[in-house]
C-alpha cells in the first residue's frame, strides 16, 4: 500500500478559491495524490492550525549572481545614468566571482526565493568561463555550482544554459562579456548535452536561452532553435527589453525583434519571451500562442519601461513573472507592480481584471504560469501534480481580518514575507515558521564575499 503524507490547513486554495475542512495528501514520490474532506482522512493529516495553504510561486526569470550588486549600483555614474550604465556595473561584479562565490551567491538568492514562498525559479544563466575567457574545467563548472546550491537548498531549479555570441549588431568586442562567449554553436551544443546528463530529473532541469536579438546572430539561433525543438526543450529569451535592441535589430534585419522570431517560426508553447516591453499591438498578437515573462521589479530598477500587459493578455499570451537582477525577491510584488504601471500610465485603476478577478488571474500568472513556462511539475494543487506549496499564517498584520472571499486580494496586493510560514517541495518541508534549517550559515558566507569582493 502507497503511505501518504496529509495536510490540514484552515483554508487551501483549490480551482480560484479558498475552501475549507479539506485535506491535501501526497504519495511517497512528492505528488499530489487526492484532496478529502472524509472525517477519518481529516483526522489523520497533519492540521496546521490558523494557516492557509497555496500552491508554490514559479520563479521564471533569475540571474543568481547578480544578487552580489543589489544596492550597489544606486548612485549616478554618468551624466545620464540608464540600462546600459547599470550593466558596465554588473560585468565589473560578474567578472570577479568565483566557482566558489558563485555557490554561495546562488545559494543567497535561493534562499530569499525559498523564504518568500517560490518552489521554482528558472536560472537564465550565462556565465560560462573564467575570467579571462578560457574554459572552466569541467566546462560547466559555474552551471553546476548553481544546480548544486539549488539541490542543497531544496529549491526546485530549471537551469536555462544561455548562448551568448557577440556584444551586438557592428559592435566591437566587449572584454566585460569574455565570460559569456561561445562562439561556436557545436560547443554551445555540446556543453548543452553534457549539462543536461548532470541535471536529468523533476528537481532539476535544463532549457536553452539565446540571449538576445542583439547577443545571437541568426544563423546561430537556428541552431539553438532546432536543437531545442528536437529535444523538446524550453527556450527563454530577451526580447526588446530596450528600445536600442529594437533598433539594432530594425538595421541588421529590417524588422523588429518579436516580427524576426515570428518569421523565423520560434514563437510556439515552448518560448518565453523575457521583458518583451517594447512592442507594438501587431507583435504582441505574434505572442498569442508563447508566454512572456515580466519582470516588473527589476524593469523599474533599470529603467526599462513597463511591460504592456493588457495588449498580451488580450492576445492570448500567457504572463509569468521573474527576479531578474534580484535587487528585490518576491514573486507577489512583481505580480502586482504589473497591474500598478499600468494604472500609473493609463490613470485608471483594475486594468488587467476580465471574467475571472483581478487577484485571481495575477496569482495564476504567478503559479501555473511559471509552471508551464519552465516545464515544471509544480504550480497548482492537482492530483499527480508536484506537492509544491507554501503556508501563510492568517494573522499576520498584512492579511489579518481577511475573509475567504478576499483572502486572494489581501494575499496579491498586500501580503508581507512575514505571513508566509512553511514552504514544502515534493512534500518535503524545506522552510518553517519561516526560517530555513542553513539560513544562518548561508547569510554568513555571502556577508564574507561581500566583503571581499566590494
Known amino acids: 500500500m502507497t503511505r501518504e503524507t496529509g495536510w490540514l490547513p484552515d483554508l487551501i486554495y483549490l480551482d480560484g478559491r479558498?475552501?475549507?475542512?479539506?485535506?491535501?495528501?501526497?504519495?511517497?514520490?512528492?505528488?499530489?495524490?487526492?484532496?478529502?474532506?472524509?472525517?477519518e482522512d481529516l483526522k489523520a493529516a497533519q492540521r496546521m492550525a490558523g494557516r492557509a495553504l497555496l500552491p508554490g510561486l514559479v520563479n521564471v526569470h533569475s540571474h543568481a549572481f547578480q544578487?552580489?550588486?543589489?544596492?550597489?549600483?544606486?548612485?549616478?555614474?554618468?551624466?545620464?545614468?540608464?540600462?546600459?550604465?547599470?550593466?558596465?556595473?554588473?560585468?565589473?561584479?560578474?567578472?570577479?566571482?568565483?566557482?566558489?562565490?558563485?555557490?554561495?551567491?546562488?545559494?543567497?538568492?535561493?534562499?530569499?526565493?525559498?523564504?518568500?514562498?517560490?518552489?521554482?525559479?528558472?536560472?537564465?544563466?550565462?556565465?560560462?568561463?573564467?575570467?579571462?575567457?578560457?574554459?572552466?574545467?569541467?566546462?560547466?563548472?559555474?552551471?553546476?555550482?548553481?544546480?548544486?546550491?539549488a539541490r542543497d537548498l531544496g529549491l526546485r531549479i530549471a537551469l536555462l544554459r544561455t548562448a551568448y555570441v557577440r556584444a551586438g549588431w557592428n559592435k566591437p568586442p566587449d572584454p566585460g562579456q569574455i565570460r559569456f562567449l561561445t562562439p561556436r554553436v557545436e560547443d554551445f551544443i555540446a556543453d548543452t548535452e553534457a549539462l543536461r546528463e548532470s541535471?536529468?530529473?523533476?528537481?532539476?532541469?535544463?532549457?536553452?536561452?539565446?540571449?538576445?536579438?542583439?547577443?545571437?546572430?541568426?544563423?546561430?539561433?537556428r541552431r539553438v532553435a532546432k536543437y531545442a525543438r528536437e529535444n523538446k526543450l524550453r527556450t527563454h529569451m530577451h526580447v526588446a527589453e530596450q528600445p536600442a535592441e529594437v533598433d539594432a535589430c530594425l538595421g541588421e534585419y529590417g524588422c523588429r525583434p518579436v516580427e524576426l522570431l515570428h518569421r523565423e517560426g520560434l514563437l510556439d508553447h515552448r518560448f518565453t519571451a523575457i521583458h518583451a516591453i517594447h512592442i507594438t499591438p501587431e507583435e504582441a498578437g505574434f505572442l498569442g500562442n508563447s508566454q512572456v515573462c515580466a519582470c516588473p521589479t527589476s524593469e523599474r530598477n533599470l529603467g526599462d519601461g513597463a511591460v504592456p500587459a493588457d495588449l498580451l493578455y488580450n492576445a492570448g499570451a500567457k504572463i509569468c513573472f521573474g527576479t531578474d537582477s534580484n535587487i528585490q525577491i518576491d514573486v507577489l510584488e512583481d505580480a502586482r507592480l504589473l497591474e500598478y504601471d499600468l494604472r500609473m500610465n493609463k490613470l485608471q485603476r483594475v486594468v488587467l481584471s476580465d471574467s475571472d478577478d483581478l487577484a485571481r488571474r495575477l496569482f495564476q500568472s504567478a503559479t501555473e504560469s511559471g509552471a508551464d513556462s519552465l516545464g515544471s511539475p509544480g504550480g497548482k494543487l492537482e492530483a499527480g501534480r508536484a506537492a509544491d506549496f507554501f503556508t501563510i499564517d492568517l494573522e499576520d498584520l498584512s492579511v489579518a481580518g481577511a475573509d475567504p472571499s478576499s483572502l486572494l486580494d489581501h494575499i496579491v496586493f498586500s501580503l508581507e514575507r512575514t505571513a508566509i510560514r512553511e514552504v514544502f517541495i515534493g512534500g518535503k518541508r524545506v522552510v518553517q515558521d519561516g526560517r530555513h534549517p542553513a539560513q544562518e550559515e548561508v547569510i554568513r558566507n555571502f556577508a564574507r564575499i561581500q566583503r571581499n569582493l566590494w
Open 67 to 149: 544578487r552580489v550588486i543589489r544596492g550597489r549600483t544606486e548612485k549616478r555614474t554618468a551624466e545620464r545614468d540608464t540600462f546600459w550604465t547599470w550593466r558596465a556595473a554588473m560585468y565589473h561584479a560578474a567578472n570577479r566571482v568565483s566557482a566558489q562565490a558563485m555557490y554561495d551567491v546562488a545559494r543567497m538568492a535561493f534562499l530569499e526565493m525559498l523564504l518568500s514562498g517560490i518552489t521554482t525559479a528558472g536560472e537564465f544563466h550565462y556565465l560560462h568561463h573564467q575570467p579571462d575567457g578560457s574554459a572552466c574545467h569541467p566546462r560547466n563548472l559555474l552551471a553546476l555550482e548553481i544546480l548544486r546550491a
Open 199 to 221: 541535471a536529468a530529473d523533476d528537481r532539476a532541469w535544463v532549457g536553452v536561452a539565446p540571449h538576445s536579438i542583439r547577443a545571437v546572430p541568426l544563423d546561430y539561433l
Open 18 to 39: 479558498f475552501a475549507s475542512g479539506v485535506a491535501m495528501f501526497a504519495d511517497e514520490s512528492g505528488r499530489i495524490s487526492r484532496f478529502s474532506s472524509d472525517p
